[in-house]
């Protein structure tokens, strides 16, 4: 019996070692079949993976990014100690022990895919890391084989810690962020390194199945998995079972940043287009560079609130217009229906959607989102109705602005409102610099990414009458020279119509000084200086203004019939208060790739466009426009302001342009398909309030004002300021003019 038995013994030691020899063999040969088709690991040395490229406003705060993997690369030290613990005991438990293959983990799959006839995971960390830099997510047993072999490879080359670290950098969290850094960011708007207990273990739990488990999608299933991971985190005593019961029994709280716009959307376009057009779509998008701008944060959302504010004030003046939609007519459930903003944070002042729910005569019932609200008479009586029931119907999908909210009963107070019809654009400069400091290109970015501060070419009006009398004072003219503003035909060329200009009183009032004409911007008097210069000589002055749109040499373009963009007239305008000098505007101050090396760096460009002289007495003229003339409504603010309106025959194009010493900010109006904005919407109606409420954004609290330095050779005289003539400081109409030295009255100078 014995003998038999040590015969068994040793032919099941013969079959044991044959099967052994087999599987070695088979082994080597698929070793020997796919190592020459592995990937280097060694690339991992220089691990650079899709990174996002930001864009930076000039305090450091992110305006802009773009990616194809929203991703930050952080280093170990940087990841919460609880969500590296969290990761591990949720997806790997044996991973500092294992050398990239759990043996035990392995042969339960083994088994579950043989009974369910599929290939399911059971992959480490390290396997994990595998397929996600070097294989695809397909099911097969070749991937399957390349990935125990790299992993093999990845746990030979390279520590524990470094696995881990480049495990958290390059794994998906959901919805495009990829790395714990973006994760954090997305979910709790917070760095990985603050992350707390309950929030490391959701960010771990999403792991398994972003696209299922993500708090956003499911919040159930994103609870249950992050209750599971501070199970396993307890299991595996990273965490005691008190801290694991305390943490499970808090609510998930999320931040939901994916829709978060840009306050300067039309700003980081800009950017985007240079970027791409120099560097490349793959370095924009892959390459992780940082664009530091000039762009200046509280301006910027200053300009967002005045164009806002401002179309819909011109808005409601037009008047009412019925809602588009109604909810009840598509036979939807008012309680069920949902608008994407109210998935937003909403607070006072913003403008949001609201369902009709009852309308009598004196109020308006609405719900917006988890809000319900009251409309009161005062709220609706710029539509000029007498009831609320006359405007809307229950169901109507309504546009309104909150006045107040209350959390705790979850409602509000609000105003009708409605979305405007007109767009408009602002642009502020650094007169300094030529730095963009502000940059609204029209009323939503997503209605219309047309930039009308750069991309809209509309006729000037009487802007344009800067850059003219700018060319008579620098030929000769003085504040106090007379032009005659009476009725004119001029022969604007061979088999052209006499020109007769027309003012926009349609009077004629005589003599009045070069002054008087600006800033009550008389038409008349404007083409007899154009006529008395020559139209080509006004054209060339433009091209030093900087205008790169052609300005054609008729007499026309006096009052405004040429054409350019806000950039180049508030660019031009910027000379007046830097006497003479023109900075080129730019936007971007430097650029860096993802090391830090410097790829661009944009300095001031001055332009010599103006004597100094000159410069400065276009500035006291362009003053007294605010003090005195058609800018008149800006007289209020205690600060040296000076700018001029314009306004296109039939309201179709409002204008300010306007300056103190630090910025000068241009604003427009219009339609972007030339119609009219209505009866009486000139640029001191429509345009000239978005100016003053961005200026008071800009001046602020401050009480000591800068102040326009003359030149050396300016001199200032009493005159009155409707003949010009020099008289005492307490006559009338006294006031202080400024002249170059030598034209001044009572000097014989040639014109």
């Given at each position: 019996?014995?003998?038999?038995?040590?015969?068994?013994?040793?032919?099941?030691?013969?079959?044991?070692?044959?099967?052994?020899?087999?599987?070695?063999?088979?082994?080597?040969?698929?070793?020997?079949?796919?190592?020459?088709?592995?990937?280097?690991?060694?690339?991992?040395?220089?691990?650079?993976?899709?990174?996002?490229?930001?864009?930076?406003?000039?305090?450091?705060?992110?305006?802009?990014?773009?990616?194809?993997?929203?991703?930050?690369?952080?280093?170990?030290?940087?990841?919460?100690?609880?969500?590296?613990?969290?990761?591990?005991?949720?997806?790997?438990?044996?991973?500092?022990?294992?050398?990239?293959?759990?043996?035990?983990?392995?042969?339960?799959?083994?088994?579950?895919d043989v009974v369910r006839g599929e290939m399911a995971g059971a992959s480490t960390l390290t396997q994990q890391l595998a397929r996600n830099l070097f294989l695809t997510q397909e099911k097969t047993l070749t991937r399957k084989i390349k990935e125990l072999l790299l992993s093999f490879q990845i746990e030979k080359r390279y520590t524990k810690t470094?696995?881990?670290?480049?495990?958290?950098?390059?794994?998906?969290?959901?919805?495009?962020?990829?790395?714990?850094?973006?994760?954090?960011?997305?979910?709790?708007?917070?760095?990985?390194?603050?992350?707390?207990?309950?929030?490391?273990?959701?960010?771990?739990?999403?792991?398994?199945?972003?696209?299922?488990?993500?708090?956003?999608?499911?919040?159930?299933?994103?609870?249950?998995?992050?209750?599971?991971?501070?199970?396993?985190?307890?299991?595996?005593?990273?965490?005691?079972?008190?801290?694991?019961?305390?943490?499970?029994?808090?609510?998930?709280?999320?931040?939901?940043?994916?829709?978060?716009?840009?306050?300067?959307?039309?700003?980081?376009?800009?950017?985007?287009?240079?970027?791409?057009?120099?560097?490349?779509?793959?370095?924009?998008?892959?390459?992780?560079?940082?664009?530091?701008?000039?762009?200046?944060?509280?301006?910027?959302?200053?300009?967002?609130?005045?164009?806002?504010?401002?179309?819909?004030?011109?808005?409601?003046?037009?008047?009412?217009?019925?809602?588009?939609?109604?909810?009840?007519?598509?036979?939807?459930?008012?309680?069920?229906?949902?608008?994407?903003?109210?998935?937003?944070?909403?607070?006072?002042?913003?403008?949001?959607?609201?369902?009709?729910?009852?309308?009598?005569?004196?109020?308006?019932?609405?719900?917006?989102?988890?809000?319900?609200?009251?409309?009161?008479?005062?709220?609706?009586?710029?539509?000029?109705?007498?009831?609320?029931?006359?405007?809307?119907?229950?169901?109507?999908?309504?546009?309104?602005?909150?006045?107040?909210?209350?959390?705790?009963?979850?409602?509000?107070?609000?105003?009708?409102?409605?979305?405007?019809?007109?767009?408009?654009?602002?642009?502020?400069?650094?007169?300094?610099?030529?730095?963009?400091?502000?940059?609204?290109?029209?009323?939503?970015?997503?209605?219309?990414?047309?930039?009308?501060?750069?991309?809209?070419?509309?006729?000037?009006?009487?802007?344009?009458?800067?850059?003219?009398?700018?060319?008579?004072?620098?030929?000769?003219?003085?504040?106090?020279?007379?032009?005659?503003?009476?009725?004119?035909?001029?022969?604007?060329?061979?088999?052209?119509?006499?020109?007769?200009?027309?003012?926009?009183?349609?009077?004629?009032?005589?003599?009045?000084?070069?002054?008087?004409?600006?800033?009550?911007?008389?038409?008349?008097?404007?083409?007899?200086?154009?006529?008395?210069?020559?139209?080509?000589?006004?054209?060339?002055?433009?091209?030093?203004?900087?205008?790169?749109?052609?300005?054609?040499?008729?007499?026309?373009?006096?009052?405004?019939?040429?054409?350019?963009?806000?950039?180049?007239?508030?660019?031009?305008?910027?000379?007046?208060?830097?006497?003479?000098?023109?900075?080129?505007?730019?936007?971007?101050?430097?650029?860096?790739?993802?090391?830090?090396?410097?790829?661009?760096?944009?300095?001031?460009?001055?332009?010599?466009?103006?004597?100094?002289?000159?410069?400065?007495?276009?500035?006291?003229?362009?003053?007294?426009?605010?003090?005195?003339?058609?800018?008149?409504?800006?007289?209020?603010?205690?600060?040296?302001?000076?700018?001029?309106?314009?306004?296109?025959?039939?309201?179709?194009?409002?204008?300010?342009?306007?300056?103190?010493?630090?910025?000068?900010?241009?604003?427009?109006?219009?339609?972007?398909?030339?119609?009219?904005?209505?009866?009486?919407?000139?640029?001191?109606?429509?345009?000239?309030?978005?100016?003053?409420?961005?200026?008071?954004?800009?001046?602020?609290?401050?009480?000591?004002?800068?102040?326009?330095?003359?030149?050396?050779?300016?001199?200032?005289?009493?005159?009155?300021?409707?003949?010009?003539?020099?008289?005492?400081?307490?006559?009338?109409?006294?006031?202080?003019?400024?002249?170059?030295?030598?034209?001044?009255?009572?000097?014989?100078?040639?014109?």
């Open positions: 019996m014995a003998r038999y038995v040590i015969r068994i013994a040793r032919q099941a030691g013969l079959v044991a070692s044959f099967v052994t020899v087999a599987i070695l063999g088979a082994t080597t040969g698929v070793l020997f079949t796919f190592a020459g088709d592995l990937p280097q690991i060694s690339a991992l040395d220089d691990y650079a993976p899709n990174t996002i490229t930001r864009v930076y406003a000039r305090n450091g705060e992110t305006i802009g990014e773009f990616a194809t993997q929203r991703r930050v690369v952080i280093d170990y030290e940087n990841i919460s100690p609880y969500l590296r613990d969290a990761i591990v005991a949720a997806e790997d438990a044996g991973f500092y022990s294992h050398v990239g293959l759990s043996i035990s983990r392995l042969a339960i799959t083994i088994i579950r470094e696995i881990l670290a480049l495990y958290c950098n390059q794994i998906l969290f959901g919805h495009g962020a990829y790395g714990v850094e973006a994760a954090s960011r997305m979910y709790f708007n917070k760095s990985a390194t603050n992350l707390e207990l309950e929030e490391a273990a959701l960010l771990a739990g999403i792991i398994q199945a972003p696209a299922r488990q993500s708090p956003f999608v499911n919040i159930e299933r994103a609870t249950q998995r992050r209750n599971y991971a501070l199970t396993r985190m307890e299991d595996e005593e990273f965490i005691s079972t008190e801290e694991a019961v305390t943490a499970r029994a808090k609510p998930i709280s999320v931040l939901d940043r994916r829709r978060e716009k840009s306050i300067a959307p039309y700003f980081v376009e800009e950017v985007r287009q240079h970027l791409e057009a120099n560097y490349g779509v793959e370095q924009l998008y892959e390459e992780g560079l940082s664009v530091h701008t000039s762009l200046n944060v509280e301006l910027q959302m200053a300009a967002n609130r005045a164009v806002t504010n401002g179309l819909h004030r011109l808005d409601k003046r037009r008047g009412f217009r019925k809602p588009t939609r109604n909810l009840a007519k598509e036979e939807i459930a008012l309680d069920e229906f949902d608008h994407a903003r109210w998935n937003q944070p909403i607070n006072a002042d913003d403008r949001i959607p609201a369902i009709v729910t009852a309308a009598d005569t004196n109020h308006v019932a609405i719900r917006s989102g988890k809000y319900q609200g009251i409309i009161e008479r005062e709220g609706f009586r710029w539509t000029r109705r007498q009831a609320a029931s006359q405007l809307l119907e229950v169901g109507d999908l309504i546009l309104i602005q909150v006045m107040s909210i209350d959390e705790n009963l979850q409602t509000l107070t609000a105003t009708l409102d409605q979305e405007p019809l007109a767009e408009a654009a602002l642009l502020a400069i650094d007169n300094r610099t030529g730095e963009i400091l502000a940059m609204v290109g029209g009323y939503n970015f997503e209605r219309s990414k047309f930039n009308r501060t750069v991309q809209a070419s509309r006729q000037l009006g009487s802007l344009f009458k800067a850059v003219l009398y700018a060319t008579a004072i620098d030929r000769g003219y003085t504040p106090t020279s007379i032009i005659m503003d009476e009725p004119v035909s001029l022969s604007p060329g061979p088999d052209q119509p006499e020109y007769s200009p027309e003012n926009y009183d349609k009077e004629f009032i005589g003599p009045v000084t070069l002054r008087y004409a600006l800033e009550k911007s008389r038409n008349v008097p404007a083409v007899q200086v154009i006529a008395d210069l020559g139209p080509q000589l006004v054209s060339d002055y433009a091209t030093r203004f900087g205008f790169t749109s052609e300005i054609p040499s008729f007499l026309s373009i006096a009052l405004g019939a040429g054409e350019a963009t806000l950039l180049e007239i508030t660019s031009a305008y910027s000379i007046f208060p830097n006497l003479g000098k023109r900075l080129e505007p730019y936007q971007i101050l430097r650029i860096t790739d993802r090391a830090g090396n410097l790829l661009e760096e944009n300095r001031p460009m001055a332009h010599d466009s103006l004597p100094s002289d000159t410069a400065y007495i276009m500035t006291s003229l362009l003053r007294g426009v605010v003090e005195r003339g058609t800018g008149q409504q800006a007289a209020g603010i205690p600060w040296p302001l000076a700018g001029k309106t314009g306004t296109v025959d039939e309201y179709t194009d409002a204008w300010f342009v306007g300056f103190d010493p630090e910025i000068t900010v241009g604003v427009w109006v219009g339609h972007d398909e030339k119609r009219t904005l209505g009866d009486g919407e000139e640029g001191a109606r429509a345009a000239l309030p978005i100016w003053i409420e961005f200026m008071r954004a800009h001046i602020g609290e401050r009480a000591d004002a800068p102040t326009f330095q003359p030149p050396s050779n300016i001199v200032f005289l009493s005159v009155d300021r409707m003949t010009g003539n020099i008289v005492a400081p307490s006559s009338p109409d006294a006031i202080h003019e400024a002249f170059i030295s030598g034209t001044e009255p009572g000097i014989n100078f040639q014109q």
